[in-house]
């Protein structure tokens, strides 16, 4: 139970910030923080002599922070793609993080593999004791409290970040700042990641924020929307990945993911507005449409003519429309089926209500 | 003097050596493409991906001969691939969510079967995580071998391709309008990067493979305008940051490989960034500064 409320708290923290990542095409900037905080993380224990949460996240923050700025200044300096800025920087941060581990951390116990994976197993076992009294796993006041932030966040600047994310220019010519934005959002996913990853790990910090609001991209163009759905579809994952999770006897955070991952196809193949059964669909309509359009006025345009017998033979239209005989068919039936046109010994005739849609057409 | 003889002779050291310089080659190369073609980040997302393939791959045949788990790698990486592109050609998500989402998901699924393998098999399974994570100095002369035909054979492709490869990368418009298959090739291009991706995992692992593909092209497009300089020059720089690594890994107890290679290449990246003639950013600030 504690698990699931964690990861509940955790995913909305998560899909609150990655709706804007969305947008603003930052996706990837949230994989690259979620791993260079390792050095980070380390460098604050070294200096706390021990793994201090307070000084293991002020680190790890500083780290987030200065990938952010060091991507940036790649970029800046023209000579490196955005995207070959993040792939050379973070596996720097994480090599530099794995370095020191080797180095000044062999018996500490903080194992690579616990940063990428986390134990949300585990989160009941760490908990927030004031005097001998209980107050509940500590992983609730820290996802609570990102919650929290985030949601201020978006809603003090929704105004700024809506316009900067939509139109940056007119965001800079208005006099908002889109540095300041920037840096904000960073920071912000920077502290999520950095508060969330001891509990779930660093692959389902990058998960939450990027699949859920992608999927929530998919199923709506309404921004307020989008958040809602994002936050909705990642907490619905953590329910059920921790009941996949249980069902199969395996990784919490892998299983979350898996669920999320599954919401995400989902919305890509049914979504009514953008998935792709919607799109085929949409285009065989349209296929249809123009195919019969292209037929009346083939029809009224014979009509009367010596020629007329010829023109309005069902073969004639696959060489002169440069139809396939089953799309003619096709054409056709949905021709007559509607009462546009009539098939008169092997010829087509146009009905009163086809000849007035095909005079409508010849209009434009 | 000692290094270089236990280079020669020491079946670990040469075994890292060997493997970290076939790697360095191969993703040298194939990097090159990708980067000028501003995909940098795929090899983040197709190393990722490869890991429900390994496990899968394992519950299927239950064998960890590098062979088995390489191909059960690729295959998944190349799924990975496909999907990325449906996503990106048919939907409105951007490359940079789709990559982050196929990334996370295949991760995921992978993470979740690994467990499930963890929790359900015997002792066995042990080991698997070394094809993920990269464990240098377990590397076997088996390893080494499988690895090694694998790079020459997506070297030779790459040889063979190489015209096609240019017009792709520089202009892919002008390549289809020649009648080339953009689509296709594009495919091949990226089908390769996953086999140097495969090669990777076992030595440096998911996390530092985007750097392997990335950090030697950065650097050797500092040096040159021509894409030929530039793809041997990254193979170069890739195969001295691996043998380099191993050597700096190999002489101080307790480093690993793996990151130790990245940070080399690291360094490699930042003098070429800086000092390179033409091209280095310190010859910007010297203009600017007389100016």
């Known amino acids: ?364 | 003097m000692n290094l270089l003889t236990d280079l020669i002779f020491d079946y670990t050291l040469r075994n890292i050596a060997l493997g970290a310089a076939v790697l360095g080659i191969v993703s040298g190369v194939l990097g090159s493409f990708a980067v000028l073609r501003r995909q940098g980040l795929l090899g983040d997302t197709l190393a990722h991906a490869a890991l429900p393939g390994i496990c899968v791959a394992y519950l299927l045949t239950g064998s960890k001969s590098p062979l088995v788990l390489f191909l059960g790698a690729a295959i998944s990486g190349w799924v990975a691939t496909l999907v990325l592109l449906r996503i990106v050609r048919e939907t409105r998500i951007k490359e940079d969510s789709a990559l982050g989402v196929v990334l996370s998901v295949f991760f995921g699924v992978g993470i979740m079967l690994l467990t499930f393998i963890l929790k359900h098999n015997d002792a066995n399974q042990a080991g698997l995580d070394k094809f993920l994570f990269g464990q240098a100095a377990t590397v076997t002369a088996e390893d080494v071998n499988t690895m090694t035909i694998l790079g020459v054979f997506a070297l030779l492709v790459v040889a063979v391709l190489y015209k096609e490869f240019k017009i792709i990368t520089f202009d892919p418009n002008f390549a289809a309008s020649l009648g080339f298959n953009d689509r296709w090739l594009g495919v091949v291009l990226t089908s390769l990067i996953v086999v140097a991706v495969v090669i990777g995992l076992r030595t440096v692992g998911v996390v530092l493979m985007s750097a392997m593909l990335v950090g030697p092209a950065v650097a050797a497009r500092q040096w040159t305008n021509r894409l030929e300089a530039m793809v041997l020059l990254a193979g170069f720089f890739g195969a001295l940051s691996g043998v380099a690594g191993a050597l700096i890994s190999v002489s101080e107890a307790n480093l690993p490989t793996g990151p130790m290679v990245i940070l080399s290449l690291t360094v490699i990246v930042i003098i070429s960034l800086l000092f390179a003639p033409q091209r280095g950013i310190l010859w910007d600030i010297k203009r600017f500064s007389k100016a």
Request: glycine share 10%; aromatic share 10%; hydrophobic share 55%.
């Open chain 1, 1 to 364: 139970m504690e698990i699931v409320i964690t990861g509940i708290l955790i995913s909305v923290a998560c899909a609150l910030l990655g709706t804007f990542l969305i947008l603003r095409k930052m996706a990837m900037m949230s994989d690259a923080i979620s791993h260079a905080i390792l050095p980070g993380l380390v460098a604050g224990y070294f200096f706390a002599k021990g793994p201090d949460l307070f000084a293991g996240f002020l680190g790890a923050l500083v780290a987030a922070l200065v990938t952010v700025t060091l991507v940036e200044a790649l970029k800046n300096t023209q000579r490196v793609g955005g995207e070959s800025a993040i792939g050379i920087v973070f596996p720097a941060m994480f090599a530099l993080g794995t370095f020191l581990v080797a180095r000044f951390f062999e018996n500490v116990h903080l194992d690579t593999d616990a940063v990428l994976f986390g134990n949300i197993e585990f989160v009941a076992f760490d908990r927030l004791f004031i005097g001998d009294v209980d107050f509940g796993p500590q992983s609730y006041y820290v996802a609570g409290a990102l919650c929290l932030i985030n949601l201020l966040f978006i809603t003090v600047f929704y105004k700024e970040l809506k316009l900067a994310t939509f139109d940056a220019g007119l965001a800079a010519t208005l006099g908002f700042s889109p540095f300041f934005i920037h840096y904000a959002l960073m920071a912000l996913v920077s502290v999520t990641s950095v508060g969330a990853f001891t509990s779930v790990g660093a692959v389902l910090v990058v998960a939450l924020m990027i699949v859920p609001a992608a999927a929530a991209y998919l199923l709506t163009d309404k921004l307020p929307m989008m958040i809602g759905l994002a936050a909705g579809i990642g907490a619905l994952s953590a329910v059920l990945g921790y009941g996949l999770a249980l069902a199969i006897d395996s990784s919490v955070a892998g299983a979350i993911v898996s669920v999320a991952g599954a919401f995400f196809f989902a919305a890509m193949l049914f979504s009514p507005s953008h998935g792709l059964i919607a799109k085929a669909r949409r285009i065989e309509r349209q296929r249809v449409q123009i195919g019969l359009e292209a037929l009346l006025v083939h029809l009224l345009n014979h009509e009367g003519e010596e020629g007329e017998a010829h023109e309005s033979e069902m073969l004639h239209l696959s060489s002169e429309l440069r139809w396939l005989p089953q799309f003619a068919q096709q054409i056709v039936g949905v021709a007559a089926n509607r009462g546009l046109v009539m098939q008169v010994n092997g010829h087509l005739i146009l009905t009163d209500n086809g000849r007035r849609q095909g005079q409508q057409l010849m209009v434009y």
